[in-house]
């Protein structure tokens, strides 16, 4: 478990009641997700019709590209959940930012391929995960807290080679590739940035209410609902496409 996490907390409402919460969640996420963290056909014919470095638009195609990612903006919210000094906070985010950048720009440069289904499976598994982390569920189950730093980083270099899966998507020119790729990355973290701005400007009103410790439980099963339905929509789409 992260600093400050509870060991598994209690329903804070009927479980009827909250299997349809869970439900109601998951079926949103099904509609919506065919629309997020996508690239779209004006951003590809763009990309594939400029040469040369063009900082400002991969800046701009770095920060859509987070904002938009249900996957990376749920594991990044539990990776914060329980984090409360902001030294924690931003050693796990800094952590998550150097596990992307790395393989994000390896895996353009060098071309390395990962099937876009297979990668943003294993994505939304870290959101499973990571619920289940913040439940402390690990130490109940099987008497063990895996280290959460160490999580982090490999599940962040997990996503860097999602958004590597997606850049290479744009099929962009080999003209000024290394500056575009630095700059899609500045993107991603200034979309990051301001991602984790909202995230934790919500969380510290939510702490202050009484409310939080029972809430905080039924918001890591939605969290890891939510995981669940992205990884079955990528394994569906994997074997249907």
Same mark, same amino acid.
């Given at each position: 478990?992260?600093?400050?996490?509870? =060991?598994?907390?209690?329903?804070?409402?009927?479980?009827? !009641?909250?299997?349809?919460?869970?439900?109601?969640?998951?079926?949103?996420?099904?509609?919506?997700?065919?629309?997020?963290?996508?690239?779209?056909? $004006?951003?590809?014919?763009?990309?594939?019709?400029?040469?040369?470095?063009?900082?400002? !638009?991969?800046?701009?195609?770095? !920060?859509?590209?987070?904002?938009?990612?249900?996957?990376?903006? %749920?594991?990044?919210?539990?990776?914060?959940?329980?984090?409360?000094?902001?030294?924690? @906070? =931003?050693?796990?985010?800094?952590?998550?930012? /150097?596990?992307?950048?790395? &393989?994000?720009?390896?895996?353009?440069?060098?071309? /390395?391929?990962?099937?876009?289904? @297979?990668?943003? !499976?294993?994505?939304?598994?870290?959101?499973?995960?990571?619920?289940?982390?913040?439940? $402390?569920?690990?130490?109940?189950?099987?008497?063990?807290?895996?280290?959460?730093?160490?999580?982090?980083? @490999?599940?962040?270099?997990?996503? $860097?080679?999602?958004?590597?899966?997606?850049?290479?998507?744009?099929?962009?020119?080999?003209?000024?590739? %290394?500056?575009?790729? @630095?700059?899609?990355?500045?993107?991603?973290?200034?979309?990051?940035?301001?991602?984790?701005?909202? /995230?934790? &400007?919500?969380?510290?009103?939510?702490?202050?209410?009484?409310?939080?410790?029972?809430?905080?439980?039924?918001?890591?099963?939605?969290?890891?609902?939510?995981?669940?339905?992205?990884?079955?929509?990528? /394994? &569906?789409?994997?074997?249907?496409?």
């Amino acid at each position: 478990m992260t600093p400050n996490s509870r =060991a598994l907390l209690r329903p804070p409402v009927p479980w009827p !009641a909250f299997a349809a919460l869970c439900t109601l969640l998951a079926s949103l996420l099904l509609a919506g997700a065919a629309l997020a963290h996508n690239v779209t056909e $004006g951003d590809a014919g763009y990309v594939q019709e400029v040469t040369g470095f063009r900082p400002i !638009a991969f800046i701009y195609l770095g !920060a859509k590209h987070m904002v938009t990612g249900y996957d990376h903006l %749920l594991f990044l919210a539990g990776v914060v959940f329980f984090l409360y000094r902001s030294k924690d @906070i =931003a050693t796990y985010v800094s952590i998550f930012a /150097i596990g992307h950048s790395v &393989t994000m720009i390896a895996g353009v440069w060098w071309s /390395i391929s990962i099937n876009a289904y @297979i990668i943003d !499976a294993i994505i939304a598994f870290s959101v499973v995960y990571k619920a289940l982390d913040n439940l $402390g569920a690990f130490r109940l189950w099987f008497g063990v807290q895996p280290d959460t730093k160490a999580a982090t980083l @490999i599940f962040g270099l997990l996503h $860097g080679f999602g958004l590597a899966t997606k850049i290479q998507d744009y099929d962009i020119s080999p003209d000024g590739l %290394l500056g575009n790729l @630095i700059a899609f990355n500045v993107g991603v973290e200034l979309g990051q940035l301001m991602a984790l701005a909202l /995230i934790l &400007t919500a969380m510290t009103h939510w702490r202050a209410r009484p409310a939080f410790a029972r809430q905080a439980y039924a918001a890591n099963v939605l969290m890891m609902v939510a995981g669940f339905a992205l990884m079955g929509l990528q /394994i &569906t789409g994997y074997f249907v496409a």
